[in-house]
């Protein structure tokens, strides 16, 4: 004899939530684990380097990536309106000016999507066609999910942080870090949905 059909829809409803939640727990740990534990070591060149703020680490690796000679220009996404290079370097502990003639700051982003719209606008004011993407390892899956549906077409060459303070090594037992990576997934998953579905905001 067959269970109630108000039975059998709630043991479906609950098969598919486990499912679902099974799922996202997976991924949720392919994510972690394909997180890079550091800096890439690579001699390639691009036209432009972008730094998504978020950490003064970001601004001295792009920094001393321009100083290396990879790449002709430097751009800043998503500064607080009012500061100006010299005050980025100084953050960042760089003595001199030398690099003002070759970096350039974006206002107008506050979030990542923002961010991948005001750096393609600056890439095609620059006549630009590859760019090194300079933002923390956790931040870097969907910074390029936003960048790519942004810049279509554009070389884009991941350059990873590391910071000392997200501890990927058994990330599910310090509280910061599982936090912060749970809370990354989500806003990635949303960006790929996002991504498959829309259509880029306009870069003007």
């Known amino acids: 004899m067959s269970g109630h059909p108000a039975s059998r829809q709630l043991r479906r409803l609950v098969l598919l939530v ?3 939640a099974g799922t996202w727990a997976g991924g949720l740990f392919l994510f972690a684990a394909s997180l890079p534990r550091q800096a890439p070591e690579d001699d390639v060149r ?23 000679g990879r790449a002709r220009k430097l751009f800043i996404s998503g500064v607080y309106r009012g500061v100006d290079v010299r005050e980025l370097l100084a953050i960042s502990s760089k003595s001199g000016n030398d ?4 970096v350039q700051l974006g206002y107008d982003a ?4 923002g961010n991948a719209v005001e750096t393609a606008r600056w ?8 760019l090194r993407v300079v933002t923390a390892n956790y931040h ?3 910074s390029l ?5 942004a810049l279509p077409g554009v070389t884009l060459v991941p350059h990873p942080v ?28 949303l960006a790929v949905v996002r991504a498959a579905l829309t259509a880029p905001r306009p870069a003007v």
């Open 18 to 20: 486990a499912l679902l």
């Open 46 to 68: 691009t036209d432009g380097i972008v730094v998504l703020t978020g950490g003064s680490e970001r601004l001295s690796v792009g920094f001393d990536l321009l100083r290396a």
């Open 99 to 102: 690099l003002e003639c070759c």
């Open 110 to 113: 506050d979030d990542t999507e």
């Open 123 to 130: 890439m095609e004011e620059e006549g630009f066609t590859s």
């Open 140 to 142: 870097m899956p969907r």
């Open 145 to 149: 999910v936003e960048f790519r549906r």
């Open 162 to 189: 590391t910071p000392q303070k997200v501890r990927l090594d058994g990330w599910w037992s310090w509280p910061g870090t599982a936090e912060l990576i749970i809370g990354e997934y989500n806003k990635y998953l």
